[in-house]
């Protein structure tokens, strides 16, 4: 067995036994007479090396695309024409072309383990975890190389960047901390303690708060959710949930996207989590506002990752030990769709992309 940390909680091990996914959401519209916009999502397969494409129109996958070794976390470029593709066991990060669902090159990194990746709204940066070294990676997206590694804490799997792009949010689960990195000079600027076996990341879409799931260690009992307000750099709350909290993703707030008025049910959607729990394979739902759990929905066997479709109308969740995707309605917190993927998904980020003229832009939601 193949581990990242001596430590490694119970989670994290199972994952690392089993294999991870990820996916992004890329709304396109396609040539012809009858073209429509269609959204579409990335979803990495640990075990089959390759990224399997859904078109959410219809919930079906369209396309497979192969990548390195071990697939985890994913990104999208905010002008929509890249997919960056941490390759854990291949110490590399497979860059896709999302008009073509081609790889576009590889970019093999200094350090080891790479999870998770973010990349800046100005697309110049790409920030990749690297689990099994400590550190966080920094890619140049113009060249597609790698220049710099910023020492953070222990085992780094999670990382989220704010929407002004300033700081980066990266959560060490060997430490029970969280770093906070000035993504000007690309130095650890703070560190957050907070709960056992911090995993997944997310950002508010004012910026002003961080949730992190706290999946627990071996030793240690986690099931909760860290909020840090971004402000002081403390932790303001603590959220119970369900059992290994994994992922984690905020809706969009709506009234920032423009586009009409909301029914009263889609309103009060506005920024809340969704949270995967690992162990009772359930979506806990989080009202930032008042942060307390409002509903929690079934879903599929071991869900890890979880992201909201550009939207707000629909989250969807990776199922680890069913090869699936669950497609919750935000407005009734329903199951209404499951997709048969690759083998083992895992966590995801989504952008907009308007292929048919080439011209893609980022959305609104973080």
Known sequence: MTTRSANR????????????????????AFLGADAKAATFGFVTNAKDNTVSVIDTTHNTVVATVPVGTFPEGVAVTPDGTRAYVANAFAN??????????????????????????????????????????????VIDTAGNTERAAIPVGSAPLGVAITP????????????NTVSVVDTASNTEVATIPVGFGPTGVAITSDGARVYVTNEGTLNQVGNNVSVIETA??????????????????????????????????RRKQNNRAYVTNVADNSVSVIDTASNTVVATIPVG?????????????????????????????????????????????????FGDCQQQSGSCGPSSAK
């Open 9 to 28: 909680p119970r989670g994290w091990i199972l994952t690392s036994i089993l294999g991870m996914a990820s996916f992004f959401f890329v709304t396109a």
């Open 92 to 137: 590399s990060v497979s860059v896709v072309a999302t008009a073509g669902n081609t790889v576009l090159t590889t970019i093999p990194l200094v350090e080891n383990g790479p999870a998770a990746v973010a990349i800046t709204p100005d697309g110049a940066h790409a920030y990749v975890t690297s689990a099994t070294d400590n550190s966080l990676s």
């Open 164 to 175: 002004d792009g300033h700081h980066a949010y990266v959560t060490n689960q060997g430490d």
């Open 232 to 265: 002081s750099n403390t932790v303001v709350a603590t959220i119970p949930v369900g059992q290994i909290p994994v992922g984690v993703a905020i809706t969009p707030d709506q009234g920032h996207r423009g586009g009409g008025v909301q029914s009263d049910a």
């Open 301 to 349: 066997k071991f869900p890890q990752g979880v992201a909201i479709i550009p939207d707000g109308t629909h989250a969807y969740v990776t199922n680890a030990l069913d090869n699936t995707v669950s497609v919750i309605d935000t407005a009734s917190n329903t199951v209404v769709a499951t997709i048969s993927v690759g083998n083992f998904p895992f966590e995801l980020a």
